[in-house]
């Protein structure tokens, strides 16, 4: 069942417990963005460990209100895991656009560029090894869900190096990042339907891999 949910920033409630975020600031995402910005300010509020799934698991919600930075749409730093942890991602309100890579032994070549739009009611998987940016492209906030294996950390070193992902969503389309060496012809999936909490705990465990 998804979570009562009510927003008051920096704070939410969830089920009725109240969390203040941490908050990722415009300067933050400044070396991954595609324009040159001197803009500051709050970017997303990223509140962890939200509700009790597994003690192997933690679960988080990121609020992204919706802003324009230069011709970007607003996005999460992005990262890679520091293992073969995969992540699944639930859209509680409004809409997403995941970009998700896979290196092909260096930052700058890849063997795997996935675009996914998905909205509220809907489910996205990163498998193992990929890369991921979320962005909000719309004019609403966007709040996602996601689960996690407690064990995994977070790499942005790499995005940072080549300032972004493979592409950058912009108010005039898909713009390449000329960084990258070799990316191979974007591919578009579908999301799932559902609800992160609606899944098995069986499937659920599988993010923890080796235990
Ligand atoms: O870590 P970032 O690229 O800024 O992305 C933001 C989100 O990433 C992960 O999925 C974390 O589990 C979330 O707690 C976090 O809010």
């Known amino acids: 069942m998804r979570p009562m949910l009510e927003i008051d920033l920096p704070y939410i409630l969830v089920d009725g417990r109240r969390f203040r975020g941490d908050v990722r600031r415009i300067e933050d995402l400044r070396p991954v963005l595609m324009d040159n910005l001197s803009e500051e ?21 990121t609020v992204m209100p919706a802003r324009i930075l230069g011709r970007e749409f607003i996005k ?16 509680l309100r409004g809409e997403a656009i995941f ?16 675009l996914i739009r998905a909205k509220e009611g809907e489910i996205v998987r990163i498998p193992p090894y990929y890369g ?11 709040v996602l869900e996601n689960i996690i294996c407690r064990k995994c950390r977070s790499d942005y070193e790499p995005y940072i190096r080549m300032r972004g992902s493979a592409i950058y969503v912009t108010v005039d389309g898909i713009v390449r990042n000329n960084r990258y060496l070799y990316v191979p012809k974007l591919r578009e999936e579908k999301p799932d339907k559902g609800e992160i909490f609606s899944l098995d ?7 923890c891999p080796y235990q």
């Open 41 to 61: 300010g709050d970017a997303y509020y990223m509140f962890r460990d939200v509700r009790p799934v597994h003690e192997t698991l933690r679960y988080d919600i």
């Open 201 to 207: 705990l069986k499937d659920l465990l599988k993010l």
């Open 99 to 114: 970009i998700l890579q896979k290196r092909a032994g260096r930052d700058e070549v890849l063997d795997d560029l996935v």
């Open 132 to 142: 991921h940016v979320t962005v909000n492209p719309s004019k609403s906030m966007l």
């Open 76 to 91: 999460t730093m992005g990262h890679y895991h520091d293992g073969p942890y995969p992540e699944i991602y639930g859209i």
